[in-house]
């Protein structure tokens, strides 16, 4: 299985939201209708640190082989991270959240969860070649 896509565009995904939350994180507050206390700014911006890492590992990992024992660590913390947002996403909007970024952010975790599990549980296939 190639997994380039995934990890492009998961790498894609946190660079976005680590520049979102790195340098927008009182906007980021007010948008979703929080208080935009200087603690939650410090602890977005924080977050925003961690997204930004995590999105250079993945960009860098990108073209390497993942799934079963190869890259394990890189794909079980993508798997983790991922997994442990979306339960806590589907469970904002389980429990009445609406809020249209908050909707999509459970998708597309959701759905990032399930791709990093499966090519974590799979081992990975060799690309058909020609008969030697």
């Keep these: 299985m190639k997994t380039t ?10 660079f976005a939201l ?6 927008l994180p009182r906007e980021t507050l007010t948008y979703l209708g929080g208080e935009p206390l200087e603690p939650l700014i410090l602890l977005l911006q ?3 640190a961690l997204y930004l890492g995590f999105a ?3 960009w860098m990992a990108r073209a390497t082989i993942l799934g079963g024992i190869y ?4 794909v079980l913390g993508n798997f983790l991270h991922f997994a442990a947002v979306a339960a806590a996403l589907l469970k904002a909007v389980t429990g009445g959240e609406r809020h249209e970024a908050v909707l999509a952010a459970a998708l597309v975790y959701t759905v990032l ?3 990093f599990g499966f090519v974590l549980f799979n081992h ?7 008969p030697p």
């Design 18 to 23: 680590g520049v979102v939350l790195t340098f």
């Design 124 to 130: 990975p296939r060799p690309v058909s070649s020609a």
């Design 56 to 58: 250079m590992l993945n």
């Design 46 to 48: 924080v977050t925003g």
């Design 5 to 14: 896509i995934l990890m492009t565009l998961s790498a894609a995904l946190m």
């Design 113 to 115: 969860a399930a791709w």
């Design 71 to 74: 890259n394990r660590p890189i």
